[in-house]
């Protein structure tokens, strides 16, 4: 069998075992299921009404509204929300958006891969360890992660581009490409790409001090990356520094960290012995691979600093944003998969010569995916997260769209859940009366206020950026935090009948100005030039 026929064999078999536990017609299980669909609920009532990127959703707490998608970026949840658009079904709709998820980071890992090595040998075992490692199938499938499962998918890019940025000096689109990706699906995940590139730096430092161009280029990207995803972090940045959330819980690192020997265990939230295993083809091999030594290195170093060997308790507290230390490993089984990809290619290379499709390359490929399939199976039969079938309605049970995990983006004025949800469809006067609401898309509307009502609080909580009007003449309202259980409270004037909606703020839409521009500068820049190659061929210059 030649290799065209044999390598998407081998890919059809991993891909088929990684999406194994999501032929059901029941859901998949995991710990922050429930807020993850309730998010794509949101999503695909938004586009419905005509709204499909607001920052604030209606759909959350009986339509008072939560800033998940303010605070959580949405960026590939869009393609499962358009599925429920179309009538899928919700079960359906977030199987076929993990298998895509899966078969996106085999692709991106595959591609990366191969970007680095110039081999497809080296880019199907990369894209087989990267797909079926321990920690990677546990987010999937144990703990519905959607933010790291997603935003996985680039880290291969964010390698790729320290590749060129450092080792071949090309411009690092693939480094931007990987950050923005990872920026616009998980923050923390985010931060610890990084940190990655910070690792790389010093460990290039001399190159860095001889061609200091290098350090300009990651500057340049990250400039770019900034400002093609500042439509995110600069909302974030002004909801964070204006009101207090209830975000500010601890978390006890030291406490979540590894025993060191547990990092090999095939179990919840490890790395797995099958990742450690391939490692050794880096041991055996002759020719040292430059770029894998590092990925193994700095793999092997951020999986240690998941253990108790790295002090949690001295820096728990400023460290904490992490939330649990196994949330390394997230970075860790992307580049062991490269430094096994690489080794195990030379390795087949100095046992079966040049020729990928040798008898002993094969073999080295073979056994290589069947470990890592037997791991990946393994990870099956521990999981003991249960099916559920969500009916289609689901979320009209208002109860439902609470399911917010820790409600880390609840004001601190609406932490007690159980008082914000009393009257999700009623607004209170100053004097306690209740008033009926009219609720149109993301807005609500109060037709009657009462003579001689000094405020109104109605079922919207608060984030800067709220708005209200006289629904008569358009006249503006003040509008503060200051309601019952964190309630958008609006000052009436005497006003007879009062609009509320979510405008935004200045900052919002300078982030979005600000975005849209890099991205429509960035295709200048890539099109104009092919334009103009374009023009020379067909005049014949």
Known sequence: MSNKRFYPAIAFIILLAACMPLFTVNCIGGHDIAYHLLRIEALKTGILQGRPFLRVNMLFFGGMGYASSLFYPDFLLYFPALLRVLGVGINLSYHLFAALCIILGFLSSFFCARHISKSSYAGIVT?????????????????SAVGEFTAVIFVPFVIAGIYDLIYKEEKPWFLIAGMTGVLLCHTITTVLCVLLCVMAVIADISGMIKKPVRLVRLLVSALIVLALTAFYWLPVLEMVSTGA???????DTAYEASKLWEIAYNEYNRMGIAVF?????????RKRQRFADFCAVAGILIALCATGLFPWERLGRILGFIQFPWRLFVITGPLLAFAEGIYLDQLARESGGDDEGSYISRIILIVSVSVMLVSAVGNFQNNTETYYSYSPDYFDYVPFTAEVIGGEWLPTASSDRDALMEFP???FTDADKEVDIRRYKNEIYIDNVPSGTEYIDVPFIYYKGYAAQNADDGKGL?????GRNGRVRVYTTGTGAIRVYYKGTMLQHIGDA???????????????????KWKRRETGK
């Open 127 to 143: 894209a087989a360890v990267f797909t079926l490692y321990q920690y990677h199938i546990c987010d999937i499938y144990t703990r």
């Open 514 to 532: 600000i975005s849209l521009m890099a991205f429509a500068g960035i295709l200048v820049y890539l099109l104009v030039p092919a334009v103009q």
């Open 478 to 482: 003040s509008v503060t935090g200051g």
């Open 245 to 251: 959330f209830s975000s500010d819980f601890y978390f």
């Open 425 to 427: 469809d009623t607004a």
């Open 277 to 285: 295993l391939l490692l050794f083809a880096g041991l055996i091999i």
